[in-house]
């Protein structure tokens, strides 16, 4: 099969299983909020800070390394196989032994016993992990995908049936848990079938290179990660568990269309910037797609949700989550900044460059926690988070595109005119039917929101038909 084929398949198979899976976690989103307390959520927040943390160091960076190498011998994915292992024991006994700390510094006792239960991902995610990677780097998206979905509805009845019985935030861990399990034994499966059987070999010499690219990966994801999480550590500590969960659901809504849209193309991205690598002119030209494409998708929908953010909380979270809904306009705009320079990563990771990301986001880090930490402290309140957040992405988070043109050379000039007049026209169309629709002076959430969502998404699809219709022609040829 052609890597053009491999890579439409590819878009096809993850977008149906986005689809699916985004149902299935907005589902178990909305049933949980119904039986949860916003201090259930900000737990489970506080807890996968510290686990999502420790799951950059799974696999020492290298599962991107595996994809990135054109050749690879089976002595070398034996000792990455049993590296990754050694890797996921040693951080569950970490967690294991932090989790009384973490426990102290916020001052609940609850969290011990449930980041023990949480620490058991790192041992199951490491047995499957380098099968799933294979099946990336094979660009075997059906067979990822089709585990994707099964075990997301395997966690959506975990979930409901724990809560329906009052489980409170233990429903969350053991949702989390199920899913990881289930995954990995079906990625090892499937591996071992199909890809390889690790031998009872490690020989250190064979990965030499792998630890360069590794390392860097490893750092990057660590210092990303404490970049993302940054404001749900310091609102916890700092304004309180309560606020986190407000804030949490809050941000899961706003990047729930981005978290789901962007991973369709940087999936097939990175395998394949990785095969093209040598070839600028075909990295540019591709770039500018995955962009265009990503950015048609995600700003109307983001969009959406800031102008009809009341009407959408009420509806999947239900009552008493109104400081939810008024925080989220904000965020959404964030999120918009986020989708646009989110896929720059994989162009410059595709040039072998993993040092740039690692130094990045150590600055970018940096600059989040500082902002911060310094407004928090003068002025501890979910709105001061948001805004200095916005403020800091408007700003400093610009560079982030210097940095993507010139590592990844790629050129920009038509990809900021075509955010331009989408975002001109889009938050125009979002304006005049929110507008339209408050003189009718609804008062059901769900009307309004079929209303508003059946209007924008008409005039918009015009807007595809007439301005973009070339372009959405190219990518279904």
Same mark, same amino acid.
């Given at each position: 099969?052609?890597? +053009? ?5 590819g878009v096809? @198979?993850t977008? =149906? ?19 949860l307390?916003?201090? %259930?959520f ?5 807890m996968m ?12 960076g290298?599962?991107n ?12 994915l ?8 050694? *890797?996921? *024991?040693?951080l ?7 989790? !009384? ?7 609940? !006792? ?10 058991s991902?790192?041992?199951?995610? *490491? ?24 075990? #997301? ?9 724990m809560?329906?019985?009052?489980y409170g935030?233990?429903?969350l861990?053991?949702a ?5 399990a ?12 199909y890809?390889?059987k ?14 360069g690219f ?7 994801? #660590? ?16 304004v309180?568990v ?8 809050? @941000? ?5 269309p981005?978290? &789901? ?19 600028? %002119? ?9 962009? &265009? =494409? ?13 102008f009809f953010? %009341? ?10 989550? #109104? ?5 989220? !306009?904000i ?14 990563? =994989?162009?410059?990771?595709? +040039?072998?460059?993993?040092?740039i ?22 002025s !501890? ?5 948001i ?29 900021? +005119?075509h ?15 929110s ?15 079929i ?24 990518l279904r040829?």
């Open positions: 099969m052609s890597l +053009k084929k491999q890579a439409i398949g096809k @198979w977008t =149906a299983s986005t689809v699916i899976v985004s149902m299935l976690q907005l589902a178990q989103m909305s049933i949980l909020a119904r039986f307390e916003p201090g %259930d900000g737990l489970m927040a506080i800070v510290v686990i999502g943390f420790s799951q950059a160091f799974q696999d020492m290298i599962s390394a595996i994809i990135q190498r054109q050749e690879i011998s089976h002595t070398q034996s000792s990455l196989y049993w590296l990754n292992i050694a *890797a996921g *024991a040693v569950t006994l970490i967690v294991i032994a932090i989790a !009384p700390l973490v426990a102290m510094f916020y001052e609940e !006792p609850r969290i011990t016993s449930l980041m023990i239960l949480l620490s991902t790192f041992i199951l995610v *490491a047995i499957g992990n380098q099968y799933r990677v294979l099946c990336q780097k094979n660009m075997n998206f059906r067979t990822m995908e089709i585990i994707n979905v099964s075990t #997301s509805i395997v966690s959506l009845v975990v979930a409901a049936v809560a329906y019985k009052g935030v233990l429903t861990v053991c989390m848990i199920t899913q990881a289930l995954s990995s034994l079906l990625f090892l499966w499937i591996g071992l079938r890809y390889h690790p031998s009872l070999i490690y020989k250190h010499s064979e990965l030499e290179g792998f630890y590794g390392m860097y990966q490893m750092g990057e994801r #660590s210092i990303n990660y404490i970049g993302a999480n940054a404001d749900k550590v310091l609102i916890g500590k700092l309180g309560e606020a986190v969960g407000f804030y949490n659901l809050a @941000w899961q809504l706003v990047i729930f981005v978290s &789901k849209i962007n991973p369709i193309v940087n999936k097939i991205a990175f395998p394949l910037y990785s095969r093209i690598q040598s070839n600028p %002119d075909a990295l540019n030209r591709y770039y500018y797609i995955v962009v &265009k =494409a990503l950015s048609l998708v995600t700003i109307p929908l983001l969009t959406f949700l800031i953010s %009341d009407e959408i909380v009420e509806i999947v979270f239900g009552k008493g989550w #109104s400081t939810t809904a008024e925080i989220i !306009p965020l959404a705009v964030i999120g918009i900044l986020r989708a646009v320079g989110n896929p720059g990563g =994989a162009a410059i990771l595709a +040039k072998g460059r993993a040092n990301g690692f130094w990045w986001n150590l600055f970018w880090s940096s600059v989040i926690v500082l902002g911060l930490l310094i407004s928090l402290s003068i !501890p309140s979910l709105d001061t988070a805004y200095v957040l916005l403020i800091l992405y408007l700003t400093v988070g610009m560079l982030w595109h210097v940095v993507i043109k010139r590592y990844g050379e790629v050129s920009y000039r038509n990809i900021i +005119k955010l331009i007049r989408l975002c001109t026209i889009i938050f125009s169309i979002g304006f005049l039917v507008t339209f629709v408050d003189i009718f002076n609804i008062n059901s959430s769900f009307i309004k929101v209303i508003g969502s059946l209007l924008c998404g008409t005039i918009y699809l015009l807007y595809l038909y007439i301005l973009e219709k070339d372009f959405i022609y190219s040829k």
